[in-house]
T-cell receptor, first 110, second 113 residues
């Protein structure tokens, strides 16, 4: 099935700093989504982005499907951005199966 | 809309006991799925369903059963709980037969002693 990698695994930022999170996948994808899991365990949709670029406030995402990666940009980070960021993909031989990456754990310190 | 709801929020079982985790959605979504999340790991797909009456296995299906008799409900059954099934369980749903934007329930934290 499709393999999903995320980098970096852990990230510590000073409040106000910018960051880029990366998601690599091993096969062509039909769909890709970014989630934020907050410290209380809730999973929050950030972007549904199988290709192209989207922006939502301080967050933006770009997926280059032909090169099999997606990037999540966080600008002017805030303490409320802390948590784990997951990308999830569906595609390749994992048709209809949504596979999650291992996540990037982000801590934003004041 | 309530979105995706899960019950119970917390559960403690003894080894060998059985139980059903409930999941319901009121968005008329066709696609529903169950994941487990273990400490330090991402979410792993247990079972999924592309519509009422249709279910299939995910990455880690052993020890779990599912059924989908209605569009709204997708219960997950543990027939004989084992300590290795201690985890947080998430249910998700999305519109349409094919994967679209997924919405997650709040999770059920299960401990098997």
């Amino acid at each position: 099935g499709i393999q999903v990698e995320q980098s970096p695994p852990d990230l510590i930022l000073q409040e106000g700093a910018n960051s880029t999170l990366r998601c690599n996948f091993s096969d062509s994808v039909n769909n890709l989504q970014w989630f934020h899991q907050n410290p209380w365990g809730q999973l929050i949709n950030l972007f549904y982005i199988p290709s192209g670029t989207k922006q939502n406030g301080r967050l933006s995402a770009t997926t280059v499907a032909t090169e099999r990666y997606s990037l999540l940009y966080i600008s002017s980070s805030q303490t409320t951005d802390s948590g784990v960021y997951f990308c999830a993909v569906e595609g390749g031989t994992s048709y209809d199966k949504v596979i999650f990456g291992p996540g990037t754990s982000l801590s934003v310190i004041p | 809309n309530a979105g995706v709801t899960q019950t119970p929020k917390f559960q403690v079982l003894k080894t060998g006991q059985s139980m059903t985790l409930q999941c319901a959605q009121d968005m008329n979504h066709e696609y529903m799925s169950w994941y487990r999340q273990d400490p330090g790991m991402g979410l792993r797909l247990i079972h999924y369903s592309v519509g009422a009456g249709i279910t299939d296995q995910g990455e880690v299906p052993n020890g779990y059963n599912v059924s989908r008799s209605t569009t709204e409900d997708f219960p997950l059954r543990l027939l004989s709980a084992a300590p290795s099934q201690t985890s947080v369980y998430f249910c998700a749903s999305s519109y349409g037969q094919y994967y679209n934007e997924q919405f997650f329930g709040p999770g059920t934290r299960l401990t098997v002693l």
